[in-house]
């Protein structure tokens, strides 16, 4: 049984970091690629960041990008997401997902995904 298990989120001021945590298990991780996408209220789940399997290229989206990183360590299994310089607009329901395909944006190319980590920035 393939699970995702995010950490880390919680509340923090504007300007303020987190870093999120996602140690998978049921699956050889170094054979996927990972992401983390969010969903605030009344929104669609968004793409936020992606790593390839062996973590030597990451993709962002713009509204993050140079603020917020994604690493993975494959001998812990354990994908990461540490959040800079966060905005209140950055509230949202964190999820990181695994994917059998090339490191991408689409949520319906991810095959497993974590039952979500709240991250509030208070302004």
């Known amino acids: 049984q393939v699970q995702l298990v995010e950490s880390g989120g919680g509340l923090v001021q504007s300007g303020g970091s987190l870093r999120l945590s996602c140690p998978a298990s049921?699956?050889?991780?170094?054979?996927?690629?990972m992401a983390w996408f969010r969903q605030a209220p009344g929104n669609d789940r968004e793409f936020v960041a992606a790593?390839?399997?062996?973590?030597?290229?990451?993709y962002y989206t713009d509204s993050v990008e140079g603020r917020f990183i994604i690493s993975r360590d494959n001998a812990k299994n354990t994908v990461y997401l540490q959040m800079n310089s966060l905005k209140p607009e950055d509230t949202a329901v964190y999820y990181c997902?695994?994917?059998?395909?090339?490191?991408?944006?689409?949520?319906?190319?991810?095959?497993?995904w974590g039952q979500g980590t709240q991250v509030t920035v208070s302004s």
């Open positions: 997902a695994a994917s059998g395909w090339y490191a991408n944006s689409q949520t319906s190319r991810y095959d497993y």
């Open positions: 049921g699956l050889t991780f170094g054979c996927y690629s």
């Open positions: 790593i390839t399997r062996s973590g030597s290229s990451t």
